[in-house]
């Protein structure tokens, strides 16, 4: 292991306590403000394709968007992990009476169902799940990499571009942490206390 990899790694398990630490009124609190400061975007008010996460190692919660996404006749979708490329994700549709099963972590995903799935190229915001981030936009994931994977696509020219919007704590911001070359930019990163613009990628 590099030093390199090495900062990393000590950096995630840090950062990864520190939201763990947070009790479930800190958390309910924390996910509130940030819908609030979701729905206030550019990102969201202009998305008719939303793809949410189920929140797990205590990472923040966007869940509560989901009643205001529908009620603006917006549509949610989940990621899953891909049946046959595992190591990158579908998205699946996601309403009040979708069925929903546990993944091989433990996570709740809906069930499989082809007719229900979006690709990942055609939806128009994906909120990802880090574990800490820079104001400037620096990331950093869980390191498994089926963001960085499924999203691999966009260093590459498209017809049509998701923006990719960081979701965390404020409490996991840091100052400057090491990147790697495989990190897909964030165009925004959205905090229970602020919204960070990156940068436009273009459409």
């Not at 595992?86 to 996570?107: A, E, K, Q, S, V």
């Not at 915001?125 to 994977?149: E, I, K, N, S, W």
């Not at 919204?195 to 990628?201: A, N």
Request: charged share 25%.
């Amino acid at each position: 292991m590099t030093r390199h990899q090495a900062t990393r790694k000590q950096l995630r398990r840090e950062l990864r306590a520190r939201r763990r630490a947070l009790s479930p009124q800190q958390q309910k609190r924390a996910s509130r403000k940030l819908c609030r400061n979701l729905l206030a975007s550019r990102e969201l008010r202009d998305a008719r394709s939303i793809a949410l996460y189920w929140p797990n190692d205590g990472e923040i919660d966007p869940r509560p968007l989901q009643a205001a996404v529908e009620r603006m006749n917006k549509h949610c979708y989940l990621p899953v992990l891909h049946p046959i490329l595992g190591n990158r994700l579908w998205f699946l549709h996601l309403d009040r009476n979708t069925p929903m099963r546990r993944n091989r972590f433990g996570i709740p995903e809906p069930s499989l169902s082809r007719a229900a799935s979006r690709p990942a190229w055609a939806l128009d915001v994906v909120l990802m799940p880090l574990v800490g981030f820079t104001a400037q936009g620096d990331r950093l994931g869980m390191g498994g990499g089926f963001y960085d994977r499924t999203f691999a696509f966009l260093s590459q020219p498209n017809r049509h571009r998701p923006k990719l919007v960081g979701l965390a704590h404020e409490g996991q911001r840091v100052d400057a942490m090491p990147t790697a070359s495989w990190d897909i930019p964030m165009d925004a990163i959205v905090t229970d206390q602020g919204y960070y613009p990156v940068g436009d990628r273009g459409a």
